[in-house]
């Protein structure tokens, strides 16, 4: 079964615009991650919020994670074209296995 | 650094055949899964292996899915007999024992 749900499904930006992404999921977790995935290709790891963490920057991408309300967001500043992508966020209950949400499709129009 | 290698990548198969898949890891990475990817899903795992030995295959269909990791480096995940819902793409990823994964490419099996 998949433990996050990702919102919105789908999202059209202009290039330039910001781009946010929520997850909630339902029991407890040692880490939430975020994951790319360009159409037809692997996953790729972008950032990683530990459950005592509440917010998280990597460049371009800000996370944050309110264990409280079991939900995280991914946000992209200043998008890019390069963006457009498929983003998945994954928890882990500290077994090392992830369980995934069922992405948001992130379009950026030039 | 190579990455997760995998193959084929593309397969066509008729239902009720049999197919395989393979996958090397990163050099080093002792943990091993395989994910079964349906369209407008995310991964779903399938099976985690450490070094050789297998630590949960318990969302494996173990009917008609085999997997294997030979010492502990390269793995094959099998499909005996393939049905239709079986189409999907099958990722395979490593971790050196870290909360990170490393995902390969992925294979797409389309069973008609």
């Known amino acids: 079964s998949q433990q996050g749900e990702e919102d919105p499904q789908a999202l059209s930006i202009q290039e330039g615009e910001n781009a946010t992404m929520n997850c909630s999921y339902k029991?407890?977790?040692?880490?939430l991650q975020w994951y790319r995935q360009n159409s037809g290709r692997g996953l790729v790891h972008l950032i990683l919020?530990?459950?005592?963490?509440r917010e998280k920057h990597s460049g371009r991408l800000r996370v944050t994670l309110d264990t409280s309300k079991k939900s995280s967001s991914l946000l992209i500043t200043a998008s890019r074209a390069a963006d457009t992508a498929s983003y998945f966020c994954a928890t882990d209950a500290n077994d090392y296995k992830l369980s995934f949400g069922a992405g948001t499709t992130v379009t950026v129009r030039a | 650094e190579a990455g997760v290698a995998q193959s084929p990548r593309y397969k066509i198969i008729e239902k009720r055949q049999s197919v395989a898949f393979w996958c090397n890891p990163i050099s080093g990475h002792a943990t091993l899964y395989w994910y079964q990817q349906i369209l407008g899903q995310g991964p779903k795992l399938l099976i985690q292996f450490q070094n050789n030995g297998v630590v949960d295959d318990s969302q494996l269909p173990k009917d008609r899915f085999s997997a294997e990791r030979l010492k502990g480096v390269d793995s094959t995940l099998k499909i005996q007999p393939a049905k239709l819902e079986d189409s999907a793409v099958y990722l395979c990823?490593?971790?050196?024992?870290?909360?990170?994964?490393?995902f390969g490419p992925g294979t797409r099996l389309t069973v008609l």
């Open positions: 919020i530990r459950s005592n963490e």
């Open positions: 029991t407890s977790i040692n880490n």
């Open positions: 990823a490593s971790s050196p024992f870290t909360h990170e994964q490393f």
